[in-house]
């Protein structure tokens, strides 16, 4: 079964190895928490939508936020509660936080897992404070992110588990930043990819991690920031 909820609790041991299955995810939350400008007010939150087991948490260090993680995994929550996350099980479709509670609104990796992507960018948008920034990466509907992200991907030991991605929910990139619009947040899009130099010394273990670098095509996977209007 693809995009089985049941995966991620399957596969909880996995979380913070650094050659496990989730590796990949480990490489985009440094490239994630890079867009997260400093706290702008010393009672600043942040919250991370479909966080897992906190990974993004190591990154915001010394930024200081009160860091608030939604997920629907157990067992990855309890993981993000030991990196000082505060866990709130709950689906990013139905998320029980006040509206404008956010100064940002992170979204990293979950938009391509969600059944219906409006309603998830309504929930990040209800989130955010006025001048609230939202921070977005995800996988794009197109064929060639199709042939990379699935069916690559999730044959190569830590890029992606097998089965974890549904080919009919990649995200629609103009539909994203028109909800996104909708509800008063701008986003630009730049698309990102591992280095493959550096891809090529983790797989002969020379390095312990992979950076993310700009792509002037977001056909596979991008990220997106923008800002909710004041």
Not at 81 to 99: F, M, N
């Amino acid at each position: 079964m693809r995009n089985d909820p049941a995966l991620y609790d399957r596969l909880a041991d996995q979380w913070w190895q650094p050659r496990g299955v989730f590796a990949m995810l480990h490489w985009l939350a440094a490239a994630r928490g890079r867009l997260v400008p400093p706290a702008p007010r010393p009672d600043a939150v942040l919250v991370d939508l479909g966080c897992g087991a906190g990974l993004l948490a190591p990154h915001l260090i010394g930024k200081g936020y009160r860091h608030v993680g939604v997920d629907l995994s157990r067992s990855a929550l309890r993981q993000a509660a030991e990196h000082e996350v505060h866990p709130v099980l709950a689906d990013v479709l139905a998320v029980p936080l006040a509206d404008g509670c956010a100064d940002v609104v992170v979204a990293g990796e979950i938009l391509e897992h969600v059944p219906d992507l409006p309603r998830a960018v309504a929930q990040a948008c209800r989130l955010l404070r006025p001048g609230g920034v939202l921070v977005i990466d995800t996988l794009a509907a197109t064929a060639l992110c199709r042939w990379l992200a699935i069916g690559l991907a999730e044959r190569l030991p830590g890029l992606a588990p097998r089965g974890v991605h549904d080919p009919a929910l990649l995200v629609d990139r103009t539909v994203l930043v028109r909800e996104c619009a909708r509800h008063g947040a701008h986003l630009t899009l730049r698309g990102i990819r591992p280095s493959l130099t550096d891809l090529l010394a983790w797989v002969t273990g020379r390095r312990a991690s992979v950076r993310m670098l700009p792509v002037p095509t977001t056909a596979v996977l991008f990220q997106g920031y923008g800002r909710k209007q004041s």
